[in-house]
């Protein structure tokens, strides 16, 4: 079992990786800026063939929309686990499954029908970050 130490590292790291995420997407709606993300499309896209250009107006737009829910999210996430972790651990622990969980099953399903599986191998890696430290109830310092 790991140690709250640990365990709260973890999700902050996890926390952050979804806010440095969200960042990335909102900069893809501006074309300066696109590049790592229409790279990354292109990727999930499999093979590599440079069509996914997310130069559309309504690409950039859910690019924007999608990157400020993810940077709000990964701002709950971290004050979930700096704020409330430390004093009722089981409430946190409920809430950042239960939010991530979601999200994973909603992303995994939008990405199978958008016809980008690979997406949910991704996003299998990424739910770790949350569920591998909060698989079992968390140790209290008291036991």
């Given at each position: 079992m790991m140690t709250p130490q640990t365990t709260v590292t973890i999700l902050k790291?996890?926390?952050?990786?979804?806010?440095?995420?969200?960042?990335?997407?909102?900069?893809?709606a501006f074309p300066p800026t696109a590049e790592p993300t229409r790279l990354l499309a292109?990727?999930?896209?499999?093979?590599?063939?440079?069509?996914?250009?997310g130069a559309a107006s309504e690409t950039r737009l859910f690019s924007?929309?999608?990157?400020g829910v993810l940077v709000g999210w990964g701002v709950l996430l971290w004050l979930l686990v700096t704020r409330v972790f430390p004093r009722d651990p089981e409430?946190?622990?409920?809430?950042?499954?239960?939010?991530?969980?979601?999200w994973f099953?909603?992303?995994?399903?939008?990405?199978?029908?958008?016809?980008?599986?690979?997406?949910?191998?991704l996003n299998t890696?990424?739910?770790?970050l949350f569920v591998l430290p909060l698989i079992r109830p968390v140790a209290t310092a008291d036991g």
């Open positions: 790291a996890g926390s952050a990786i979804v806010v440095g995420f969200g960042i990335l997407t909102a900069f893809a292109d990727m999930i896209f499999w093979p590599p063939d440079g069509a996914e250009t924007a929309i999608t990157g409430t946190a622990r409920f809430m950042i499954l239960a939010s991530v969980g979601t099953v909603v992303d995994g399903l939008g990405s199978f029908a958008a016809g980008a599986p690979i997406n949910v191998v890696g990424f739910l770790a």
